[in-house]
């Protein structure tokens, strides 16, 4: 809960106050005690990166309730007059790269969101720990398991919590599958398949080159499916097999996935069947099938509205911003403690990145590789 400072002048001291009226006689006669108060906290963040991603998130934040826009992180000063114009963000908390951790001492920003090219997500991290501010970092967390359990360590040491951006754990059609998956409706769940891809463009952008990525629509898109099927089916798969194709290897070089299928198998014997894929438009479906019903969604992932139709009937849940109720939960998450249905914290994080090296690893080898999630 929330405290209320309130300052009250003693009364016996007041006329004393009048007659002498400078700040720090003031200050000394006043005293200050708490009372509780059921306002809820505002979560004050700092977006770094205002890219594409970045710029849609800061326009949701404008319909939050519980979360304000309070300062930028950017490598390019004409974004930085931009912002700080369009969302009256005072000069004195915007940021550069080099600069940022002087963060640690401003008291207007709680939370730094980074929202920049995948591969520099860890240090980025790090770096916002060791300032003292909760984290809240985009998909993928990190470009392997290794950097993004760095990641949580040092949110761990630091005593700051770690958040990723995983907005469909938010989505209201989703989680209304999830209810009716987890309240039997679907009978016992049997398989998953999860279609994620769409056509990239050019080819000079950060996506396409490895350093900056990680890898290509695996890194981007491919784990949306891998999320989606943990998620769906409510387990962790314990083997995974993949298989990759490509068509432009002079556009989607070493190291830049194009199009992978991969397929996951769950503990209780379900299986999923995937395809992440930079070749094809028109890819954004999820369908679980279980005993006694089905539900099948698209678009399952997109910024919406999200569509789906069941054994039932069609999902009629309310069309949301998704990234303005993912802030608004996210402040309830850090200041409230409050429990989302489905993680979205950095061990959920890590999850799909051990599931993506993995997939990785199969593609390589050609062999079912074996996952302990849990
Ligand atoms: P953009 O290229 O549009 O923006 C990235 C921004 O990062 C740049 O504009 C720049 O901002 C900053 N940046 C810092 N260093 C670099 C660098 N070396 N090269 C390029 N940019 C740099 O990317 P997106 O916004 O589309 O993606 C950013 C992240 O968000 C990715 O991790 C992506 O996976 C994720 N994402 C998540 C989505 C979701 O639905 N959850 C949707 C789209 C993206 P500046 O000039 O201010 O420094």
Same mark, same amino acid.
């Given at each position: 809960m929330k405290t209320r400072r309130i300052f009250l002048q003693k009364a016996s001291l007041s006329a004393l106050a009048l007659a002498t009226p400078t700040f720090n006689t003031l200050s000394a006669m006043t005293e200050s005690f708490t009372l509780p108060t059921n306002e809820p906290q505002i979560l004050r963040v700092a977006i770094m990166g205002l890219g594409s991603y970045g710029t849609r998130v800061a326009e949701a934040i404008q !319909?939050?309730?519980?979360? /304000?826009?309070?300062g930028v992180i950017s490598g390019t000063p004409s974004k930085v007059e931009d912002w700080k114009k369009k969302y009256d963000?005072? @000069? !004195? $908390?915007c940021y550069n790269y080099e600069n940022f %951790? @002087?963060? /640690? #001492? $401003?008291?207007?920003? +709680?939370a730094i969101y980074v929202i920049t090219p #995948?591969?520099?997500?860890k240090d980025q991290v790090i770096r916002v720990a060791k300032a003292g501010k909760h984290a809240i970092c985009e998909?993928? =967390? @990190?470009?392997n398991a290794e950097d993004g359990q760095a990641m949580v360590d040092a949110c761990k040491a630091a005593g700051v919590q770690l958040l990723i951006g995983y907005r469909m754990h938010f989505e209201p059609n989703t989680l209304e599958v999830i209810r009716m998956r987890k309240a039997g409706e679907f009978g016992d769940i049997r398989f998953f398949q999860g279609l994620c891809g769409f056509v990239i463009? +050019?080819?000079?952008?950060?996506?396409? %080159?490895p350093v900056l990525s990680g890898g290509g629509a695996m890194m981007d898109i491919g784990i949306y499916a891998i999320n989606g099927a943990r998620y769906m089916i409510g387990e962790e798969p314990v083997w995974v097999t993949a298989q990759e194709t490509k068509s432009n290897p002079e556009k989607f070089?070493?190291?830049? %996935?194009?199009t992978i299928t991969f397929q996951f198998g769950f503990p209780s014997g379900a299986t999923a069947s995937c395809l992440s894929t930079y070749? =094809? $438009?028109y890819l954004d479906k999820f369908y679980l099938n279980g005993s006694k019903g089905w539900v099948e969604m698209?678009?399952?992932?997109?910024?919406?509205p999200i569509k789906g139709e069941t054994h039932k009937g069609p999902l009629n849940e309310p069309i949301v911003t998704h990234q303005t109720v993912q802030m608004d939960e996210m402040a309830a998450i850090i200041f409230d403690g409050k429990k989302p249905e489905v993680p979205v914290n950095g061990e959920e994080g890590v999850k799909d990145m051990k599931i993506i090296d993995a997939i990785f690893k199969a593609v390589k080898t050609g062999e079912k590789v074996s996952l302990k999630l849990t």
């Open positions: !319909k939050c309730t519980r979360t /304000k826009l309070t963000i005072p @000069a !004195k $908390n %951790d @002087a963060v /640690k #001492n $401003n008291p207007d920003i +709680d #995948n591969a520099l997500h998909k993928p =967390m @990190a470009v463009g +050019d080819p000079t952008q950060w996506r396409l %080159d070089k070493e190291g830049i %996935d194009e070749y =094809m $438009n698209k678009p399952s992932t997109g910024y919406g």
